[in-house]
């Protein structure tokens, strides 16, 4: 099961298509503000790490990003080592694993921060607006709303899942990096 390497210039499309949405949603907060606060990087940092984003890739990828809005020598001084540590490079060098969704919608999150599970955390207004961004039905739009209001997320991500890919996924979703694996073999199939 050798994973595919991510290039750094798919990221984008990748994001857009075969993401799930709590980490669509981080992508695009970061490239909004080239910043996310320490949960956030945590979370999208270690789904990026468990797709497959290398080492060296990973490390570009967070200083292009944060070196938008800080010089080179802050980011060395206030985030490397964290990003380091993240990826299992220094201090104990654990590798840990990618939040799953359970994890995601257990996590504390405070209104407006972009780290937690959209179908839980997105105000219904905000919610609709993306659904409808995405070009799906009205019908299957409430359908999702409808499982997402009465808090089962990961049944609500499984049908999302379901409107923009056409097909359900194999294996309902429990976990981000799921959610993108399954997206891709579909695409490949
Ligand atoms: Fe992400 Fe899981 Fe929520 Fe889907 S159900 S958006 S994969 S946390």
């Not at 970061?30 to 606060?37: D, P, Q, S, V």
């Not at 990026?48 to 490390?59: A, N, T, V």
Request: glycine share 4%; aromatic share 12%; proline share 5%.
């Amino acid at each position: 099961n050798v994973k595919e390497e991510i290039n750094l210039a798919d990221l984008d499309t990748l994001a857009k298509k075969n993401f799930p949405p709590c980490m669509k949603h981080l992508h695009e907060v970061l490239k909004a503000n080239h910043h996310l606060k320490h949960d956030g990087r945590l979370i999208y940092g270690l789904f990026l790490k468990s797709i497959g984003l290398r080492y060296e890739l990973f490390i570009e990828f967070w200083r292009n990003e944060f070196t938008k809005k800080m010089d080179e020598d802050s980011f060395n001084k206030h985030h490397l080592y964290n990003f380091n540590h993240q990826y299992g490079k220094v201090g104990r060098r654990v590798s840990y694993s990618a939040y799953s969704c359970m994890k995601i919608i257990m996590n504390v999150v405070a209104p407006g921060d972009p780290h937690g599970c959209p179908f839980k955390c997105f105000g219904p207004d905000n919610l609709r607006a993306k659904l409808v961004e995405e070009g799906i039905s009205e019908q299957k739009i409430s359908e999702i709303e409808n499982i997402a209001h009465s808090d089962h997320y990961q049944l609500a991500c499984t049908k999302y899942f379901e409107a923009v890919h056409s097909q359900p996924p194999k294996v309902t979703i429990n976990h981000p990096t799921s959610y993108f694996q399954q997206s891709i073999s579909l695409i490949k199939d």
